[in-house]
């Protein structure tokens, strides 16, 4: 499954990017929204792993924004452990999941079974680029 | 000495003699300014270390602009004193019939003391929601990346490799767990006592079951069980400071309540206040460590190293308007116990009255919703003695109805 990761943290990206392979995902990183937002266009994806404190921007608004582009695609964000203001936000704004920093191999598995379970009752087709300009 | 300037705006012939005696009384060799209106105050080009704004019978629009002015850190500009009718909480209002040198005098130094304190504490506010804000987040953010690439590294790590390697990633993980803990607990607190919330009602029997459901593998990992109350209050509270009590007091009771802890979950009805206890059948505690056990979060600088769980819940506690403690009963169990303040106590007591002893409920009925208030617990119920025993051995000067 491809994931778009879009963090500012290098090393944070860097050492989810390599979670992410190890339990058989491809990831695409980005550091910023404008850059996401193109990956978002071109590659077909499973899900979106999303930071809410991006620098300079907002993870929230880019998360109502990837919703509206296409409100098929699981969107999890990255939250800091008792924010359960920004959890709350973000459901209403249609996250799929929440990724406790920090978060363990086995938390990131069972996020991405949920995302298989997912796409599994949608038919088991993930969400590509031709899907997003039909719908 | 710091430089301060005190502007008289708006005196009268009348009140102007007054207010510069008083001026001169209170602050010698303070620099003061008679002006006609408040865009004249603060226009020199010195700048002064402390202002003091006087205002004769101002008009409202006058006292709000005084009362309102930021500097340019965002915080209040000047002190204001109000000769004349009450203005609000903000300033200090001195009516005619108290227009006498010594006692504006009084009135002028005490409104700039406050000023200062007022400052002071919206810095250190200030502070408070940086670091836990902004610098726990950063910390975290690097803590979890070592914590997550100890992980990968496990995860990745060949056969051979393994061995005293393998000891020592594991202990980079932990240690980073532990790291992200103490940072988890600080910033909540922090936090907590920056912003404080409003109480709002709050159904116990749900935060007890939630915190249930997050311990179960630490209930079933030291095969403990816990005994509930039939039922639960509801509370005026903040639902996740409860939620934090709860769990500390739990977890306190599943690692200190020796082995295969049996623990009682209980509350009663008081004069004015609703008491909650965890009660285990651990060892005694030393008066030396008891001395210490709630002790404030703000004192724990003066403490030896020791854990900060119960500092946060007498924090938390106290935040609610309620208080915490610790008491030994009948030589075998320990109680640790918190009260909430409650104002309908004769209706509590009434619905409590119409339950007796402790119930046992699974997990399951937790997660099918299908204990509403009710309790909650992972485990087997106790058969302990009745809950009052207990319940007055902690407090008793107060019979349970």
Known sequence: MNILIVEDHPRIARVTEVALDLLGCRAFTTHNTADAAKLFFTEKLGAVFLDVNLKGESGLEFLSQLTAWDSRIPVIIFTAKFKGEFAEEAQRRGAFGCLAKPFSLDDLRRQLTQIELYHGQRGGTLITQEGRDNS | ?401
């Open chain 2, 1 to 401: 000495m710091r430089l301060l300037r005190l502007y008289l705006v708006g005196m009268s012939p009348s009140t102007c003699p007054v207010a510069l005696a008083a001026a001169r009384e209170a602050f010698p060799g303070a620099k003061v300014a008679e002006v006609g209106s408040m865009e004249e105050v603060g226009l020199g080009s010195e700048a002064p270390d402390l202002e003091l704004v006087v205002l004769a019978e101002p008009d409202t629009s006058s006292a709000a602009h005084a009362i309102q002015a930021l500097d340019s850190d965002g915080l209040p500009r000047w002190a204001v004193v109000i000769l004349g009718r009450d203005m609000g909480e903000f300033a200090e209002t001195l009516s005619p019939e108290h227009w006498d040198p010594p006692l504006i005098a009084r009135v002028f130094r005490s409104a700039v003391q406050q000023h200062q304190l007022l400052r002071e504490n919206l810095r250190l506010q200030g502070d408070l929601r940086t670091i836990a804000r902004r610098i726990t987040h950063d910390l975290n953010t690097s803590v979890g990346c070592i914590f997550t690439s100890a992980q990968v590294l496990k995860a990745v790590m060949l056969p051979d490799e393994k061995g005293p390697n393998e000891a020592m990633v594991q202990n980079i993980e932990n240690s980073s767990t532990e790291i992200a803990q103490i940072i988890e607990r600080v910033s909540f607190v922090l936090r907590a006592s920056a912003d404080p919330h409003l109480p709002e009602p709050v159904r116990m029997g749900e935060v007890v079951a939630n915190v249930l459901l997050e311990l179960d593998a630490d209930i079933k990992g030291v095969e403990a069980t816990v005994a509930l109350p039939a039922t639960w209050p509801a509370v005026r509270g903040v639902h996740q400071w409860l939620h934090v009590i709860w769990w500390n007091l739990l977890k306190n009771a599943l690692t200190h309540g020796g082995a295969r802890p049996q623990v009682q979950l209980m509350w009663r009805v008081e004069e004015d206040a609703l008491r909650f206890a965890v009660v285990d059948r651990g060892a005694a505690i030393s008066a030396s460590i008891k001395a210490g056990l709630f002790r404030p979060f703000d004192q724990l600088h003066m403490m030896p190293a020791r854990g900060i769980g119960l500092s946060l819940v007498q924090r938390l506690v106290a935040l609610q308007g309620g208080h915490c403690g610790y008491k030994r009963l009948d030589g075998s169990s320990s109680s640790f116990y918190f009260t909430l303040p409650a104002e309908d106590t004769r209706r509590l007591r009434r619905e409590q009255g119409s339950f007796d002893g402790r119930k046992q409920v699974s997990l399951k009925d937790v997660a099918d919703g299908s204990c509403e208030d009710l309790p909650h617990s992972g485990a087997t119920g106790l058969t302990a003695g009745p809950l009052e025993d207990a319940m007055d051995v902690a407090n008793p000067a107060q019979p349970v109805g």
